[in-house]
């Protein structure tokens, strides 16, 4: 489950909005070809190569909001 919540954090991180509009064409590109690769993917490929340290910056980044919910810790 862990796995999957970081592959759902990594989505919804690339999806947040920009201010303009070529940036917000790449993010729903993006976004798009995120939703056809396989879940299992994605959770290998953040679990491979994520990186903790911009993890922990985008977790408690206010537009996130992920710290609402969930906690810093492993499975939290």
């Keep these: 489950m862990n796995r999957f919540l970081c592959a759902l954090a990594l989505v919804l991180l690339l ?3 920009s201010n303009s509009s070529a940036q917000t ?3 729903s590109s993006l976004a798009k ?3 056809a690769e396989p879940v299992a993917q ?3 490929d953040a679990v491979k190569f994520g990186d903790a340290q911009r993890g922990a910056i985008a977790f408690y980044q206010p537009a996130m909001n992920c710290a609402r919910c969930h906690e810093a810790s492993v499975g939290g």
Aim: cysteine-free.
């Design 33 to 35: 070809r995120l939703q």
């Design 25 to 27: 064409e790449k993010q």
């Design 15 to 17: 999806s947040v909005v």
């Design 42 to 44: 994605l959770v290998n």
